[in-house]
């Protein structure tokens, strides 16, 4: 990374930000005398030297304050950090996707946490596993019946904070507009649905490997090109990422099948589907491919309107009284 070295002082340092606030201080102080303070980010000039000495003295410079928020931080690097927050400046690029960090270490996190398959805490009510202990707490307030989170504004309870968080939206006044008509709604995936659903304009662009979604097609291309060219050890199906050899062999890859029902109830959405599979005890992976002549919206719009909440019990001559019952309700052969 480029250094940037000040031409009027010693100071040099790799941020972009807090090089320009220090030398607009410099720009500050020209045609000016006095005792300057040598703080990067103070360079206050005083009359004598006494006054510098006080200055010093009262130890203005114990934290670092922010001269775009007010934020006080304990250490220059943390301040130098902080700025580059501020204007969305990234320099730690993940090797798996095109997501960027401040730091090395958020980016390090994000490795452990989305990419990296290594299964390090398992939740004891249902044995879904998870890469860290924060993402297993999150998990465990999914079990909780109690609604602790309430919403100030209308009273409405949730078992979770991110719940909540989504919900108090609608109390925003920010929408997003639809550009085609008059709707607006409170979040930005309920308005690319409706735009797919009722103006046939595609904003979802969903890879036909792994079935995520993208905004454009030139981040689905993008995306594809990292199946088809994996990294060492990252799979290129599921492009999860594994340590050794050994689990790499041994990790769970993606299996396509037609529909994520089971136990009478279609779940839509992979990631709930398969962790409902670890209450049957089956480690599972499962994709259901996009359907490449309908629109994401169409279909799941297509889906609401057909589900009644009924599984179809195709029981190759079995009475529903053999049926299992798992989890409080009736199950396929095919479930258990």
């Known amino acids: 990374r480029k250094q940037f070295q000040c031409e009027k002082c010693p100071y040099k340092t790799i941020f972009t930000v807090a090089y320009t606030i220090h030398t607009k201080k410099h720009e500050q102080n020209e045609g000016k005398y006095g005792f300057a303070c040598n703080n990067p980010y103070c360079l206050q000039l005083f009359d004598t030297a006494q006054e510098l000495k006080l200055h010093?003295?009262?130890?203005?410079?114990?934290?670092?304050?922010?001269?775009?928020?007010?934020a006080e931080l304990k250490h220059r690097i943390s301040l130098e950090v902080h700025l580059e927050r501020h204007v969305g400046i990234t320099h730690f690029q993940c090797t798996y996707c095109t997501s960027s960090f401040h730091?090395?270490?958020?980016?390090?996190?994000?490795?452990?946490?989305?990419h990296i398959s290594e299964d390090r805490?398992?939740?004891?009510?249902?044995?879904?596993?998870?890469?860290?202990?924060?993402?297993?707490?999150?998990?465990?307030?999914?079990?909780?019946?109690?609604?602790?989170?309430?919403?100030?504004?209308?009273?409405?309870?949730?078992?979770?904070?991110?719940?909540l968080n989504r919900h108090f939206k609608v109390h925003s006044d920010v929408r997003?507009?639809?550009e085609h008509c008059d709707v607006s709604y409170t979040r930005r995936d309920?308005?690319?649905?409706?735009v797919e659903k009722a103006h046939k304009i595609q904003t979802y662009f969903v890879c036909d490997i792994c079935v995520r979604s993208?905004?454009?097609?030139?981040?689905?291309?993008?995306?594809?090109?990292?199946?088809?060219?994996?990294?060492?050890l990252e799979c290129g199906i599921c492009l999860?990422?594994?340590?050794?050899?050994?689990?790499f062999n041994k990790h769970t890859c993606i299996t396509y099948q037609d529909n994520y029902v089971c136990c009478g109830h279609d779940f839509k959405h992979h990631t709930v589907y398969n962790k409902h599979m670890m209450r049957h005890g089956i480690k599972t992976n499962a994709?259901?491919?996009?359907?490449?002549?309908?629109?994401?919206?169409?279909?799941?719009?297509?889906?609401?309107?057909?589900?009644?909440?009924?599984?179809?019990?195709?029981?190759?001559?079995?009475?529903?009284?053999?049926?299992?019952?798992?989890?409080g309700t009736f199950v396929c052969f095919r479930c258990t």
Request: aromatic letters at 6%; glycine letters at 2%; hydrophobic letters at 30%.
């Open 240 to 247: 999860v990422v594994c340590l050794t050899e050994e689990s």
């Open 56 to 70: 010093k003295r009262a130890n203005p410079h114990k934290q670092y304050e922010c001269d775009i928020c007010g």
């Open 190 to 194: 309920k308005l690319r649905m409706h």
């Open 103 to 114: 730091t090395k270490t958020e980016m390090q996190n994000h490795i452990a946490a989305i």
């Open 176 to 178: 997003f507009q639809c």
């Open 121 to 163: 805490a398992e939740c004891e009510q249902c044995g879904s596993v998870f890469t860290s202990n924060k993402l297993l707490k999150q998990h465990i307030e999914s079990h909780n019946t109690a609604r602790n989170y309430e919403c100030v504004e209308c009273k409405r309870a949730f078992k979770t904070q991110h719940h």
């Open 287 to 327: 994709r259901v491919r996009p359907k490449t002549d309908v629109l994401l919206g169409e279909e799941r719009a297509s889906k609401n309107a057909k589900e009644d909440r009924s599984h179809a019990f195709v029981l190759s001559g079995q009475s529903e009284k053999q049926v299992v019952s798992i989890c």
């Open 214 to 232: 993208f905004d454009s097609d030139e981040a689905l291309q993008q995306h594809l090109s990292r199946h088809k060219f994996p990294n060492n």
